[in-house]
């Protein structure tokens, strides 16, 4: 990492009219026009976008026990040239995330990398077997300061479990992030349940399977009063229940996926196992609901579920196949192709639910900030003109399972900017 001090030139913050910007030891020391030089390296920025640096509070980097997948340092590296300044390690590794040692480990092994931030989620129950509570507490007090915590990849389906879960986390400010499946209704389950489903004839997954776990956790959330966060919405009943939530005043966070807002159950068809998500692509009804929702506020967050599994976990008969996509390289193109283009969003907007939001659900220092003098300098700047096809052979992660191969996405990540230190410049990794 160098400690080169930048001055970028005519980078349009938020999307607004060009101006320069100054960082010196790290920090946004000044915007303005036509600053003068002061030795610094001088990026020209002509046209290109200026954002806070992303925050991802959904991150799976496999690492200890999948390093053929990912590890935290290739996870870490796919999310700067994603855009990404901090990300948040889903607790479902070998071993489970379910101690201060093993978030310790995790969140050491993220400042090792120096390419972004990582802030270890914590397991709700041992080995996310929904049977006993985890040492949230000793994680919370941990070097890795652990706020959030989930079960995902499973539902912590015991209300009783989730209740105590939600008593809990109020003790230091924590949120309980629910991987919402009711595991009963989708035992076996292998796609939406609906029309495709049918005439493929692959066992069904209810939208119901999915919102009865969210009405019956925001209605525990309230009754206890703590804070709940729902993983990867992928449904329009979903939103509803979440709309009628915050209605009520209830502490209640949501986010989807890139690939929800864009990638519908159709896709099936093709029996290629690169389109197996948990939850699954729902129908085009859904994914307008879930764009509709972001856009007016009731999803919260853009996560990315970034999920990396090696090819010969996904090159397979569909019923084996594992599920997830990676998604860290492609999320701020896809959101642009469905939200921005598409006129649902602008820039600040994108800032606030790839940035800020998601800092403030879990409470990470220093990211999700504004573009503002005296701040991180946490940046990525991007060019939303960029036009091309996406290459997974190009990614940094470990792993080729996106659904978005060969795609045309719009924008493209140039540069990005963690505390002041280029991680990615010129699209590539410093
Ligand atoms: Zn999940």
């Not at 914590?122 to 706020?147: F, H, I, N, P, Y």
């Not at 996904?314 to 006129?343: I, N, P, Y």
């Amino acid at each position: 990492m160098s400690t080169t001090n930048y001055l970028i030139r005519n980078a349009r913050i938020l999307g607004g009219d060009p101006q320069d910007i100054r960082i010196t030891d790290g920090v946004i020391a000044e915007i303005g026009a036509s600053l003068e030089a002061k030795g610094e390296r001088e990026i020209a920025a002509d046209g290109l976008i200026a954002l806070p640096g992303l925050v991802d509070l959904h991150t799976h980097l496999r690492e200890p026990g999948r390093e053929d997948a990912e590890t935290v340092l290739t996870g870490t590296q796919a999310a700067a040239k994603g855009g990404f300044t901090a990300v948040h390690a889903m607790a479902n590794t070998f071993p489970v995330a379910d101690t201060a040692g093993v978030v310790e480990q995790v969140w050491r092994l993220g400042r090792e990398s120096g390419y972004c931030d990582v802030q270890p989620i914590g397991a709700v129950t041992v080995g996310l077997e929904g049977k006993q509570l985890a040492e949230l507490g000793a994680m919370a007090d941990s070097a890795a300061q652990v706020r959030v915590f989930s079960d995902d990849g499973k539902c912590v389906d015991d209300a009783v479990i989730m209740r105590r879960a939600l008593e809990y986390v109020k003790a230091f400010g924590g949120v309980v992030a629910q991987h919402a499946q009711e595991p009963r209704l989708t035992q076996g389950a292998q796609m939406n349940e609906g029309v495709v489903s049918g005439e493929l004839g692959l066992a069904g997954w209810p939208a119901v399977a999915e919102e009865s776990i969210i009405a019956r956790d925001v209605l525990l959330a309230a009754h206890v009063g703590s804070r709940l966060h729902i993983c990867h919405l992928s449904t329009a009943g979903s939103v509803e229940i979440i709309r009628w939530a915050k209605s009520k005043g209830w502490d209640v966070t949501a986010e989807v996926t890139p690939h929800h807002l864009l990638l519908t159950d159709e896709l099936v068809r093709s029996y290629d196992a690169v389109y197996k998500v948990n939850p699954p692509l729902r129908t085009e009804a859904d994914v307008m609901a879930l764009r509709e929702a972001l856009a007016d506020g009731t999803i919260d967050i853009v996560a990315t579920d970034h999920a990396p599994h090696p090819a010969e976990d996904k090159a397979c008969e569909w019923a084996a196949a594992a599920m997830g996509m990676v998604g860290l390289e492609t999320a701020l193109c896809v959101v642009q192709s469905a939200m921005v283009d598409t006129g649902l969003m602008g820039w600040a907007e994108v800032a606030e639910r790839m940035s800020a939001k998601p800092a403030a659900i879990s409470g990470i220092p220093g990211h999700g900030r504004p573009v503002s003098v005296g701040e991180p300098a946490n940046l990525v700047l991007f060019d939303a003109d960029y036009r091309g096809e996406v290459n997974p052979d190009a990614f940094a992660t470990r792993s080729r399972n996106t659904p978005f191969r060969g795609m045309d996405l719009p924008g493209r990540v140039v540069a990005t900017f963690l505390r002041g230190n280029a991680t990615v410049l010129d699209g590539e990794l410093v």
